[in-house]
């Protein structure tokens, strides 16, 4: 064998390698993108099947392999949410697939909270009903039980009014975003007065459960104040942070309870 062909022979096997190399590269990363926008769906689904979002009100996902983008569904119904409609957006809410699609009005909240807060994994915008109230009033929400633990962090409330004036009400814009995220602060969660909520978490499972028990948490903490006439015993701070959890198990429960 001259020395041409071996030189030859050698570089078309680097070539190989290199080719193998970026392959496997992409099969490592595409499952999880893949794995990723599927729990999404899942958790849109999980949150309209148990009450926690209607027809409005929408869950995102931080890309892991790029913190600097989100996933969200187009506009829509998320109990009808599918993986072709998940979008990528950067940190400023500009889509970066699906770019003809119509986004949510308010994504802003989503990427201002996603800037403000790099411990953010997953965030969840509801209008669920049972916080209204603690929203419109001088009524801070209070652990009521060990499921509604991150409530004893305290839940700031954010009135649009003081950032804007008369408005629609809606988060539709980065500014507002920005004045909603420095309201949410280091916290779980934050009220909208007079249009719902938005919750935080270190993953998509976590936000889905802390989004349901803020919810209930509001109920209970509601029936407790009519029944005990302002005597209520709330979580201690302490007994708060010890209680601290996961809702895995509430995640299968709720994933088996969907329609098929
Ligand atoms: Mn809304």
Request: aromatic residues 8%; glycine residues 8%.
């Amino acid at each position: 064998m001259n020395r041409h062909l071996l030189l030859v022979c050698s570089l078309v096997g680097a070539a190989l390698l290199a080719t193998a190399g970026a392959v496997s590269a992409q099969t490592a990363t595409a499952p999880d993108r893949r794995t990723l926008i599927d729990e999404l769906v899942l958790a849109n689904r999980i949150l309209a099947n148990e009450g926690v979002l209607d027809g409005y009100g929408h869950v995102s996902v931080r890309s892991p392999a790029n913190p600097n983008h989100y996933f969200l569904a187009r506009a829509g119904a998320p109990a009808l949410v599918t993986a072709a409609d998940v979008t990528e957006y950067d940190l400023d809410s500009k889509p970066v697939t699906n770019t003809a699609a119509i986004g949510y009005m308010e994504r802003f909240i989503h990427g201002e909270i996603y800037k403000a807060r790099s411990d953010v994994m997953a965030v969840v915008h509801c209008h669920c009903p049972e916080v209204i109230p603690f929203g419109a009033t001088s009524v801070p929400m209070q652990p009521m039980y060990h499921m509604g633990y991150f409530i004893g962090e305290g839940v700031p409330v954010f009135d649009i009014r003081r950032t804007a004036g008369m408005t629609d009400m809606l988060i539709a814009t980065p500014e507002l975003g920005r004045a909603l995220a420095q309201t949410l602060g280091n916290k779980s969660a934050a009220l909208l007065r007079g249009h719902g909520a938005a919750v935080v978490a270190a993953s998509l499972r976590l936000v889905v459960g802390k989004a349901y028990y803020l919810n209930l948490n509001a109920r209970l903490q509601l029936q407790a104040m009519q029944l005990g006439g302002g005597n209520v015993t709330y979580l201690d701070p302490d007994e708060a942070k010890k209680a601290a959890q996961t809702y895995e198990r509430s995640w299968d429960f709720w994933k088996s309870r969907l329609p098929r």
